[in-house]
């Protein structure tokens, strides 16, 4: 009894210490800010049913695709990635899976005005105007127009998308991921010589460069960020990243909670990518010392029985 | 000169030429520990086997790992947590250790001071123990650099810039630990130097020196007995094992370590594949910066209670300044439990909860430890910062005015009443 009791007494300060250092300590260190609803409550939303038909009209007449592509539809960019880096700063997004990815709400307000959606205001203004126009219609309803446009991107998008291609589309024209071979000009492919290898890189400074230019510095390389950063900080953070790194150059990018599940979950795939290893050889191991633990109790009685 | 005769068997031969039996004798059936313990006294085997722990998953990740400011961070979290086959369990093993060692160690500590094991001829087991708790600190110190994140960094910056501080030689002394201005490439690969050869020499040479100086005092029991160790033992070969006060290390002892390995092994792999991110901070897994700074640094864990006593002296007295008298309770912080069979004036050996003012003393000071290992992670702003001042004080009055006092006290009524 009282070795359980001098147990109780060790475990008990134990416990106070790593309550101490790790959950109190990180709720000081680090300002609270509210989970991630995905409801975009700052955005109205139009009030109107689009018509798919006439969104693709009104998209092929506005002049959307003389920067986005739109290869599900055979609609090639326009530029390379280095060349559209260096006349709007970052490569305009593939628009094939749009309808799929961004809240519909969001989108809309995006073609209304896209620094403004994006939470950018403070870096943008008529003096420095954001490398997209915003959207004043092509003589209609506005609003009905958007909607159209809206319902268009929806109609062509994909039903499932993989938690890859989500992260290539939402992040991965800023972010490298070079555990899993992302690039922001896209994946590195196999290299026969030096010089091949030598052009690669000298693309990617290329658009690193326009890149920081237009940002004000490199956005990070993600690979480790499910470690450094974890679900739920990722998931707040792409939500409203101004909430969380108030003044970032990096926008809110209006993706659904199921699209934003599938970045995490991207991810985690190149981050953690033993996590599956790791949950399945954890219970056989303790499983082992609980053994180990039984049989030593077992033959410590019998041994000690003489010396009672 | 010895007699070799035919030997009859593989075991015979070799018993001829290298005593096995003897050896066995003396190192395991026949080394006697005190029957009256408790599972604290298991610590040392718990220790031992961290530290093999420690040894081989060092060894693996060694072949991979690559002591360079543009390498080292990828090899780490790529190749060995990626692609090595198991590299990741064995990162995982090492990290996690390397945290766990510290709380036995403390564990450890406490238990000595508690049952007063390092007075009495046991000063030399103290003082060896004390070793390894400096130079455990010091692998755990260079460890932590090697992955070059963040953290690695900037604990580096911060902690070989202490030295700074030393009158005289501090500037040309930062420099020369670096190996270079500031930290960098030079910096990373002499402690890859130390973490992975040196400081382990050293630590193994000391684990000698502990275990050996065990052997004439002997271990100490929970009631701090003196105990007539070849009599005790003439009982135990007689067979009169229950009358005996003493048990042989093989079977008797190592069979309840056992038993407490086989626990605490459970506690150790639940945090290695469940509950790792105190033992590998999550900031560390963003790759050094040196152009961004992080907004709060802190050492690991452990060292979390002697930092604090750096930073508790938050403002300038007279001519001395804030920093320097941080600096100065640092350095008796890392030392002063050198000192403690020495500044423990009583003779008397005997658990604390027999030692009247001394019990209140211990519980004290590990109340302050923990009050101080918190605040050492907290912001040094506002309250915590005066928080921080009153435990330093605390921590320096405890150990150098009230324990010498209380001891005096105890050591004049213990000689009243012999």
């Keep these: ?308 | 000169m010895a007699q070799f005769e035919k030997a009859n068997s593989v075991y015979e031969w070799l018993d001829q030429r290298l005593a096995l039996t003897k050896l066995t004798k003396v190192l395991m059936t026949e080394y006697w520990i005190p029957k009256n313990i408790n599972f604290l006294w298991a610590m040392g085997v718990v220790l031992m086997t961290m530290f093999k722990i420690l040894l081989i998953s060092g060894i693996f990740l060694l072949m991979y790992y690559k002591p360079d400011t543009k390498l080292a961070f990828d090899s780490v979290n790529y190749t060995i947590m990626q692609e090595v086959w198991f590299g990741w369990l064995w990162r995982h093993m090492h990290g996690v250790a390397a945290s766990v060692v510290f709380l036995v160690i403390y564990i450890h500590m406490f238990t000595g001071i508690y049952y007063g094991s390092y007075k009495r001829g046991r000063e030399m087991i103290w003082l060896s123990g004390m070793l390894l708790f400096v130079t455990f600190s010091a692998e755990a110190f260079s460890g932590y650099m090697l992955p070059w994140g963040q953290m690695s960094y900037w604990a580096a910056q911060v902690i070989t810039n202490l030295f700074g501080g030393i009158p005289f030689i501090g500037d040309e002394l930062v420099i020369w630990i670096r190996g270079n201005f500031y930290v960098a490439d030079a910096t990373l690969t002499r402690f890859f130097m130390l973490h992975v050869l040196l400081l382990p020499l050293v630590i193994m040479g000391i684990i000698g020196l502990h275990f050996y100086s065990l052997r004439i005092p002997h271990v100490n029991n929970q009631e701090g007995e003196e105990i007539d160790f070849d009599a005790e033992a003439e009982k135990f070969k007689a067979g009169r094992k229950a009358e005996a006060k003493v048990i042989p290390f093989w079977p008797v002892f190592i069979s309840k370590d056992l038993f407490v390995l086989g626990v605490f092994m459970i506690f150790y792999f639940y945090l290695v594949f469940y509950h790792y991110n105190f033992a590998m901070d999550p900031i560390n897994f963003d790759p050094a910066n040196p152009m961004k700074t992080p907004p709060h640094i802190y050492p690991e864990w452990y060292f979390l209670w002697s930092y604090e006593v750096l930073r508790g002296f938050f403002f300038d007295v007279g001519p001395l300044s804030a920093m320097d008298i941080g600096l100065m309770a640092f350095g008796i912080a890392n030392v002063i439990f050198f000192l403690m069979p020495w500044l423990d004036r009583s003779p008397v050996v005997a658990p604390a909860h027999k030692r009247g003012p001394f019990f209140i003393w211990f519980w004290v000071l590990l109340v302050d430890m923990i009050v101080l290992t918190i605040w050492g992670k907290l912001p040094p702003t506002g309250i915590n910062a005066w928080i921080g001042f009153f435990a330093s004080i605390t921590f320096l009055g405890l150990l150098l005015v009230a324990l010498p006092m209380i001891t005096k006290q105890e050591a004049k009524r213990a000689g009243g009443a012999a």
């Design chain 1, 1 to 308: 009894m009282r070795e359980l009791k001098i147990l109780g007494v060790v475990i008990l300060f134990t416990l106070i210490t790593y309550w101490g250092v790790e959950p109190f300590a990180h709720s000081q260190m680090h300002a609270h800010h509210e989970p991630a609803t995905f409801k975009y409550e700052d955005i109205t939303p139009l009030g109107k049913k689009g018509n798919p038909q006439r969104g693709a009209e009104i998209f092929a007449n506005a002049g959307c695709t003389g920067c986005h592509s739109v290869k599900s539809q055979n609609l090639p960019a326009p530029m390379d990635p280095v060349a559209a880096s260096a006349s709007y700063g970052v490569n305009p997004p593939d628009l094939s899976d749009a309808g799929a990815l961004y809240d519909p709400k969001y989108l809309a307000a995006v073609i209304k005005n896209p620094a403004h959606a994006m939470k950018l205001d403070h870096k943008f203004n008529e003096n420095r105007p954001f490398p997209m126009p915003n959207f004043y219609g092509v003589g209609g309803d506005l609003d009905q127009e958007v909607a159209d446009i809206v319902a268009y991107l929806q109609s062509i998008a994909p039903k499932e998308v993989e938690p890859k291609e989500a992260f290539v589309n939402a992040c991965g024209r800023c972010h490298d991921m070079k555990y899993d071979n992302w690039y922001v000009i896209g994946p590195k492919p196999k290299m026969d010589t030096e010089l091949e290898e030598a052009q690669f890189n000298l693309k990617h400074a290329e658009y690193q460069e326009n890149l920081k230019k237009y940002l004000g510095t490199n956005p990070p390389d993600l690979s480790m960020y499910i470690r450094s950063r974890g679900h739920e900080y990722i998931r707040d953070f792409i939500e409203d990243p101004q909430k969380i790194l108030h003044g970032t150059a990096m926008p809110r990018v209006g993706l659904t909670e199921e699209a934003t599940e599938k970045v995490v979950t991207y991810m985690e795939n190149v981050g953690d990518r033993k996590k599956e290893k790791r949950e399945s050889l954890g219970p056989l191991v303790l499983l082992y010392f609980i053994i180990f633990a039984l049989l030593a109790y077992a033959w410590k009685q019998k041994v000690w029985r003489d010396v009672h």
